[in-house]
């Protein structure tokens, strides 16, 4: 499709697993970010990636959270070791390089039981 | 970017009527972006209104800016059912990062 992927759309884990969210953004945008969004609230930057290489990471809230971006498309959010503070709607969004307006995927809902 | 204040937290109003939302901000900035929230379409760019403009149409969206009171409003005119949705102002300044921080937004809901 044309627009920004994730999968899965929905993820239900237990206390303390890794899991891993997958974000495809649209074809020939080079900026990646990844923002969650816990309910009633406004999505929270955790990453941006600008290419390959994380150009800004100042939103990951600890060590337990890494995202790739190997070939400069597909991005994997990685969480290890998961708490139930994490579960949330983790947003994927893209855009051209120099434009401020980002494109949001559907999301992947996160429930850590 | 910097993070908008909406204003209202919450509006109400009936199909047909217009919704005014507000959006303040902090420091100088070189644009303004309006996002859209709701379950169907997820999150949406709305409207992107530059410094060194004053107003700008979108259909039946109008965005205003004032620059000297730091704020910013957004007008949706013969609201729909289909407008009910979290409305995000996000402002970006002179050298401002890449990365979008949003407030609480507005919520707007439009009853038939």
């Known amino acids: 499709g044309a627009g920004v992927s994730q999968t899965p759309s929905n993820k239900v884990t237990e206390k303390g697993k890794y899991v891993e969210l997958r974000c495809d953004p649209i074809?020939?945008?080079?900026?990646l970010y990844w923002y969650r969004q816990s309910l009633g609230q406004g999505p929270e930057f955790l990453i941006y990636?600008?290419?390959?290489?994380?150009?800004?990471d100042s939103g990951l809230p600890n060590d337990r959270f890494f995202a790739v971006r190997p070939e400069g498309s597909v991005s994997t959010l990685k969480i290890q070791r998961t708490e139930r503070g994490d579960s949330a709607v983790y947003l994927c969004?893209?855009?051209?390089?120099?434009?401020?307006?980002?494109?949001f995927g559907p999301g992947t809902r996160l429930t850590v039981l | 970017s910097q993070q908008g204040e909406e204003d209202p937290q919450a509006l109400s109003i009936q199909e047909g009527e217009n919704a005014t939302m507000n959006c303040s901000y902090k420091?100088?900035?070189?644009?303004l972006q309006w996002y859209r929230q709701n379950s169907g379409r997820g999150l949406v760019h709305l409207i992107l209104?530059?410094?060194?403009?004053r107003e700008k149409h979108s259909g039946r969206l109008r965005v205003t800016l004032d620059t000297s009171k730091k704020s910013s409003s957004l007008l949706i005119t013969a609201s729909r059912a289909a407008d009910t949705a979290s409305y995000f102002c996000?402002?970006?300044?002179?050298?401002?990062?890449?990365?979008?921080?949003f407030g609480q937004g507005t919520r707007l809901t439009i009853n038939p």
């Open positions: 990636f600008q290419g390959t290489g994380a150009a800004d």
């Open positions: 969004a893209s855009s051209l390089q120099g434009f401020n307006e980002q494109f």
């Open positions: 996000v402002s970006h300044g002179i050298q401002g990062a890449q990365k979008l921080v």
């Open positions: 074809s020939g945008h080079t900026a």
């Open positions: 209104i530059r410094s060194n403009e």
């Open positions: 420091t100088s900035i070189n644009n």
